[in-house]
């Protein structure tokens, strides 16, 4: 599916159709009887959940039981999350491993690589069974999206374009480096968002690229935090130092860039990104 919405469309129907498609396509990828890959089929399950969950609170004012919906949502991604932390942290130790041998030892890196892996395989097990669990889970959700009710009287699009945003910039307006990572990770998560409305509005291109780099940013200072935990079970202390380290650098550089992003007030934001045509296209995906 294309996750954007047609303009020539009322904007409540066309919410409707992006959940709908969503998560029928969450619904199919995790109902699957032959699985190459559990770990990817986990990813893009949890990614759909939550471009629905973005799309939807995108009008959340203008949705009477918004709540009821969003919870639902964020209950089933959560039942996959343990995996995807698993896969997380073995992929970031893999590319920070190089870099990490300087500092420690090339032995060292390894064998909590070993162990990552041997987890991350453990847990492998049981999401497959439970990604089939869900199907029918997510699929019922899907054919529960007509029942969504929507007064989107007004200009909807631009309210939530611009309430949304101002959320990330406060709390990255707050934050330092070294600050604690359940608030970076809150902050990720609006700005993950952010990403996602514009993406709605004008499909995945220049306008959203920013976001992205910032996403991708917290994203990987997120799965050092998560990876840290791991290694602290471990009693791997010289790792922990250099994690730390380079969390740190992670953070900064994040703060750094939304200096950039967050400059305009929100109403300057929605001015430059609306003052363009909203990209268009046929619901027939």
Known sequence: MTYLLTTSNPVGAEIRRVLRELLTEASERAGVAARLDVHVDVHEVRKSLKKARAALKLVRVRVPDYLDHKVRYRDLGRRLSSLRDAAAVVETLGLLGPELAEVTSPELVAGQQRLLLDRRDAIAQAAGLELRAVAPLLAAAAADVDQIRFDTTGDPLRAGLEREYRR???????????????????????????????????????????????????????????????????????????????????????????????????????????????????TSR
């Open 168 to 282: 990330g910039r406060t709390l990255a307006g707050a934050l330092h480096v070294g600050d604690d990572a359940v608030r970076f990770h809150a902050w990720r998560k609006r700005a993950k968002e952010h990403r996602y409305h514009i993406e709605l509005l004008f499909g995945e291109g220049p306008e959203s690229a920013p976001f992205g780099a910032l996403t991708d940013l917290l994203g990987t200072a997120q799965d050092v935090s998560v990876l840290l935990e791991f290694i602290d079970e471990q009693g791997a202390d010289a790792l922990h130092s250099a994690l730390t380290d380079l969390r740190a650098r992670l953070q900064a550089q994040a703060l750094e860039l939304a200096a950039e992003l967050y400059a305009p007030s929100s109403a300057d934001m929605s001015a430059a990104l609306l003052g363009r045509p909203i990209a268009s296209t046929s």
